[in-house]
């Protein structure tokens, strides 16, 4: 399996349930991007923008349907993470769509707008926080720009400390943490080194307990940090621990073909049948 250990995926989270007014729209966004229903996703994210317009999580959300559609057009978390044949993917390659990005970044402005009105609100904060996660994914995964990303990774890490300190309930701002411990300690022991003189953390036992953290306690991140965990477990040989989250991920989401892929692939190499 290969594994490029991206800077940052989706690292700033979500965090705290919103009111119970606004919850419903945001949960079916959220539901509908990680089954892979992407014009869903928007439709339900421009109404609670509607509904909302002050409020940054609608347009900040909206990015994020923009970068998982770009993730699952591009294969991104396929090759990021499960590629098995080493020429799958480059002899594969797509290229960025202009179009996207321009809506993506127009998303993440208006966020950091609204969000920059009330800078002492928590929810501002967060959307804020989210907005420089997405920001450090797309530089890594998608431009390739890791010096750029790491940067924006260590400004989200800082950001979500602040917030979680005065804020514990934002548990899915855990993965800012997570993320970044684990995939920086997967890292070859000098490149550790040089990432620790930079700025960075990657202390891997404190990573998998973040995520771990979030996948138990989040919300809207809560997936994604299990399919974080599943690929932990298989880099560490629990092929158990994997197929048990895959399962649960199949399930949630059946219109994802990524995790019935990777469960199929991983009963046929490890005779692991349920």
């Not at 800078?119 to 904060?125: G, K, R, S, Y």
Request: charged share 25%.
């Amino acid at each position: 399996m290969r594994f490029h250990t991206p800077i940052l995926i989706l690292a700033a989270g979500l965090g705290a349930l919103p009111a119970a007014a606004e919850t419903t729209l945001l949960d079916r966004g959220y539901q509908q991007m990680y089954d892979l229903q992407f014009s869903q996703a928007h439709d339900t994210f421009h109404t609670f923008e509607q509904d909302h317009p002050e409020d940054p999580m609608g347009p900040v959300s909206d990015a994020a349907a923009c970068l998982f559609s770009e993730f699952d057009r591009m294969h991104i978390l396929q090759s990021e993470f499960f590629v098995h044949e080493q020429h799958f993917f480059t002899d594969h390659k797509l290229s960025p769509d202009p179009q996207l990005k321009r809506r993506f970044d127009a998303d993440l402005e208006a966020a950091r707008r609204l969000a920059g009105r009330a800078p002492a609100n928590a929810d501002a904060q967060f959307a804020r926080l989210l907005a420089t996660g997405l920001e450090s994914d797309y530089m890594a995964l998608i431009e390739k720009r890791y010096a750029a990303s790491f940067q924006q990774m260590k400004a989200g890490r800082v950001m979500a400390e602040q917030l979680l300190s005065a804020h514990p309930q934002y548990y899915d701002a855990w993965i800012a943490v997570g993320v970044e411990n684990y995939m920086l300690s997967v890292k070859p022991a000098p490149v550790r080194w040089l990432l620790r003189l930079a700025g960075g953390e990657t202390d891997r036992a404190l990573g998998i307990e973040k995520l771990r953290l979030t996948a138990s306690k989040g919300h809207y991140l809560a997936p994604f940090a299990r399919l974080l965990l599943a690929v932990a477990s298989l880099r560490t040989g629990d092929s158990r621990e994997a197929k048990d989250i895959l399962a649960g991920l199949c399930k949630e989401y059946p219109h994802n073909p990524l995790y019935a892929q990777e469960l199929a692939r991983l009963r046929t190499t490890t005779g692991i049948a349920r």
